[in-house]
T-cell receptor, first 112, second 112 residues
């Protein structure tokens, strides 16, 4: 089994729908992140969490929200999806004191 | 100017060739530098960290030039399996993973 698991792997939805992307990890890392990747752009940080009670906005948090349900689980929600949120979304984890990220396999979201 | 800039390529090289990528960064206070590898439609995976003194891992050599604010990746004796996109990653002055900035990647194709 993968260390960082994302579900769903692929999702097509319509404008205005609520979408949740889920991430779970077995690495025991405290720190979790959500990134999005668009063609021709680097990965951009949406939200991050350094422990269960800690939630922080990243570079591009508008239109997104997150929930850290447990050390191992970090979910990303799009309350009302719009087409420019079509992207590849990655969850990642890291240990405190290190900048090395372990990524999930990604969730490809298409908003029509 | 982008915080982290990479030549997008594509670089098409024959098997056995030596190929080098450069990446420039704008924040002179950056502390940590990395190269990640991303296969098509897959998640990024750490290839190697980049240390001030330069470092080597098999056929891969990474170097840091703080004065000119760039890092480089050299791949010797290219293999077909080296075909991927190589992401340059730089962190901010805080040294925290939440300040990692990703380049948009350099695409490499190794041809038989």
């Amino acid at each position: 089994d993968a260390d960082v698991t994302q579900t769903p792997r692929n999702r097509i939805t319509k404008t205005g729908k609520r979408i949740m992307l889920e991430c779970s990890q077995t690495k025991g890392h405290d720190r979790m992140y959500w990134y999005r990747q668009d063609p021709g752009l680097g990965l951009r940080l949406i939200y991050y969490s350094f422990d269960v009670k800690d939630i922080n906005k990243g570079e591009i948090s508008d239109g997104y929200s997150v929930s850290r349900q447990a050390q191992a689980k970090f979910s990303l929600s799009l309350e009302s999806a719009i087409p420019n949120q079509t992207a590849l979304y990655f969850c990642a984890t890291s240990l405190p004191g290190t900048n090395v990220l372990t990524f999930g396999a990604g969730s490809r979201l298409t908003v029509l | 100017r982008k915080e982290v800039e990479q030549d997008p390529g594509p670089f098409n090289v024959p098997e056995g060739a030596t190929v080098a990528f450069n990446c420039t960064y704008s924040n002179s206070a950056s502390q940590s530098f990395f190269w990640y590898r991303q296969d098509c439609r897959k998640e990024p995976k750490l290839l190697m960290s980049v240390y001030s003194s330069g470092n080597e891992d098999g056929r891969f050599t990474a170097q840091l030039n703080r004065a000119s604010q760039y890092i480089s990746l050299l791949i010797r004796d290219s293999k077909l399996s080296d075909s991927a996109t190589y992401l340059c990653v730089v962190n901010g002055a805080s040294g925290s993973a939440r300040q990692l900035t990703f380049g948009s990647g350099t695409q490499l194709t190794v041809l038989p």
